[in-house]
């Protein structure tokens, strides 16, 4: 068991920053998400903990020891691999006992433990196959296998889900969670998908173009994101931001609508804005129907789902925003609707900094 | 009626005959030169096999005499000396040439500045004849002023062993001179079989704490061992059949000591034109060949059945 801390690493392929210098502490037994879009630096900063990559700088500390400049094999980690990287000519069950026999264990101990992680992943039947002839989620399995066999201080997964069908990603999901749950080792965990890290994670690492633009708890990240990219990023749809004008105490929005802040914010963002403009946040659940609601706009299309209606409203030309309401009301498309917004769920941002401003309370 | 049929038959028929017709165009050419210059000999070298009969007599033909040419050569202890020979001469050229193309192959493997030239540099004894590799040969084991003695620590003319002229060292003359020439060939081979081998599973295991050792055990050895069969398979079948060599650099002697089965093969065919006889011994040669291919092609098949 394990904390992971990273300082001021970075990693440079010739003169293109694919991370850029990077602050986490990973506490023992945590399970630690890095989400954002392709090409954002997920992988490389994993391979970075695993020693597959070299750092361009900074440290790595691993359990209070400096492993910067330590082979993988030296750094006690296991990692899943987004294509698996099984042994091809090896059947599963040397694949799993590999590590094992890498390090010389006697062969009592290497059956013994193949057999309990097996009976753990539930994949005995299939420890004679080759991968080849496995299904992708058995093969994933395997690969969960050989990782956890050698009980090491940290795992590392890079995308253990991207190569697997939707319906059977959820099923993997809670079983990587159940594993996690018992295993309680240290594990960061590579996704593009943010239901998984939001589904998965004890915190979440969003991360942009090489930079990380916001560390917290899944609620966090998705109630008070940092800036524009998390809030868009985060939920889906992602967060409705509303460019308006800041005067008066009042926000002037699309449309005609006046928008009177709730309590404590107006001096937060007498405090914290840069200028006159302002971009109202809220989540789509943060939308309240109400025939005297200050706001007003057009419906433009209703979603029924399951269990909640998604309606898509234009404040103003072209300013469209999601709302989630009651399966139980009826809208038609092109009447005009009043709302409020849930006053503890508003946020405030910065157009020209893009940073959310701090509540004052 | 008669004038409708005429008109559309002859479309009808062209078109219904085309598929058929056009491969039978382009095949009848290559089974006719197949059988001519191939089944045929193969056949009538059987025939020939079982009969007693010279080229040289054209006038005299062939007696039918059943068995007695395979009798009389299995129960040679000549043949068989020549047999165990060859056996040494294919084992030991091609374990070699298995070690060394594989070794050159690992090395080759890692970019470095002036692999290709390297590499390139190494495939050089590929492409040249067997007859005048002989005569180069000939040249470097020279005992008077060949090199390779020079090479190996005999600076002094003449001090060193005459290498083509000493029974016991022929031999190992033309193993030498085989590896030497043959080595690249299971490079080649090995080389694209390393190269086929993906960086991830180096990866993974190097996450696994494998050592480079049991990387090597485990992950490349088999990564390459079908490349590395067919190349030994390859490099059997060409060994069993040494001639150009042996006759280049040794002609057979000293003594019969470098007497592969090919060169008596040849000689029993070419100079004695005992052609019946011989006939008989290239078909037990020809099965020992099949034998032996077969199961190198089993092995493979086993290590192609595991991935
Ligand atoms: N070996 C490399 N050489 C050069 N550039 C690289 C290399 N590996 C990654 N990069 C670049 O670094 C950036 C980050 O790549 P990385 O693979 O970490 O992204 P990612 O977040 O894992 O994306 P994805 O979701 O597509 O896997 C990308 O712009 C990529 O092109
Ligand atoms: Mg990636």
Redesign the interface.
């Known amino acids: 068991m394990a904390d992971i801390e990273l300082k001021q690493v970075e990693k440079r392929f010739g003169e293109h920053y694919a991370v850029r210098p990077l602050d986490l502490f990973i506490k023992n037994g945590e399970f630690v998400a890095l989400l954002g879009p392709s090409g954002c630096g997920k992988t490389t900063t994993l391979r970075m903990i695993a020693g597959l990559e070299t750092v361009s700088g900074g440290r790595i500390i691993l359990n209070g020891q400096d492993v910067t400049w330590l082979k993988p094999s030296q750094r006690d980690v296991a990692m899943v691999f987004q294509f698996f990287a099984l042994y091809p000519h090896l059947t599963a069950w040397e694949n799993i006992a590999f590590p094992l026999q890498a390090e010389g264990e006697s062969r009592e101990n290497i059956k013994r433990r193949v057999k309990e992680v097996a009976e753990l992943l539930r994949i005995e039947p299939l420890l004679k196959s080759r991968p080849g002839a496995l299904s992708s989620g058995d093969q994933q399995r395997v690969a969960l296998a050989r990782a956890l066999v050698r009980r090491p201080s940290c795992f590392l997964m890079d995308e253990p889900l991207g190569a697997l069908d939707a319906d059977f990603r959820e099923t993997m999901r809670s079983e990587i969670k159940r594993l996690h749950i018992l295993q309680n080792a240290t594990t960061v965990y590579v996704t593009h998908d943010q239901i998984e890290a939001m589904a998965m994670a004890d915190r979440i690492v969003v991360m942009s173009q090489g930079v990380v633009q916001q560390v917290g708890t899944p609620a966090e990240v998705y109630h008070t994101p940092s800036n524009l990219f998390v809030a868009q990023f985060i939920g889906s749809p992602g967060m409705n931001l509303v460019k308006g004008t800041w005067a008066d105490n009042v926000v002037a929005l699309p449309g005609g609508n006046r928008y009177a802040p709730p309590d404590g914010w107006p001096a937060a963002l007498h405090r914290g804005l840069s200028g006159s403009g302002v971009i109202v946040g809220f989540r789509p659940e943060a939308v309240q129907i109400h025939p005297n609601g200050q706001l007003a706009a057009g419906v433009y299309s209703v979603d029924l789902h399951g269990s909640y209606t998604m309606l898509v409203l234009e404040m103003g030309d072209d300013h469209s925003i999601h709302a989630r309401v009651s399966r139980d009301a009826h809208f038609t498309v092109g009447e005009t609707i009043r709302f409020d917004l849930n006053p503890s769920m508003v946020r405030f941002f910065d157009p020209k900094t893009e940073r959310a401003i701090a509540h004052s309370a | 009626m008669q004038l409708t049929q005429t008109q559309t038959a002859p479309m009808h028929r062209r078109r219904s005959l085309t598929d058929v017709q056009i491969q039978v165009l382009f095949i009848a050419p290559t089974i006719i030169l197949l059988v001519l210059w191939n089944i045929f000999p193969l056949f009538y070298s059987l025939y020939l096999s079982f009969t007693e009969f010279s080229v040289i007599k054209p006038d005299v033909p062939p007696a039918w005499i059943g068995l007695q040419n395979y009798n009389k050569l299995l129960n040679d202890p000549r043949i068989w000396q020549y047999f165990a020979l060859t056996g040494r001469y294919v084992v030991t050229t091609v374990a070699l040439q298995a070690i060394i193309g594989f070794g050159l192959a690992l090395f080759l493997r890692e970019r470095f500045k002036g692999s290709g030239l390297v590499t390139t540099l190494i495939l050089i004894p590929i492409m040249m004849s067997p007859v005048v590799i002989g005569l180069f040969w000939k040249l470097i084991y020279n005992p008077a002023f060949g090199i390779f003695n020079y090479l190996i620590g005999y600076s002094v003319p003449n001090s060193g062993p005459d290498w083509l002229g000493e029974a016991s060292r022929a031999l190992w003359a033309i193993i030498i001179v085989d590896v030497w020439m043959w080595s690249p060939f299971v490079m080649l081979l090995c080389l694209s079989g390393l190269k086929a081998i993906p960086d ?2 180096y ?9 480079p050792w ?1 990387q090597f055990w ?2 490349t050895l ?2 390459v061992a079908p490349l590395l069969l067919i190349a030994i398979l390859f490099r059997t079948i060409e060994a069993f059949k040494t001639f150009d060599l042996v006759m280049g650099l040794t002609g057979g002697g000293p003594g019969d000591s470098t007497e592969l089965i090919a060169v008596y093969l040849y000689r029993a065919a070419f100079t004695r034109f005992t052609t019946g006889e011989s006939s008989a011994l290239a078909y037990i040669i020809l099965v020992i060949v099949i034998a032996v291919s077969n199961l190198y092609v089993r092995s493979l098949n086993r290590i192609r059945g ?2």
């Open positions: 991830y599973l990866e993974a295991a190097a996450i696994d704490r494998a050592s049991f485990r992950i088999p990564q595991e991935q």
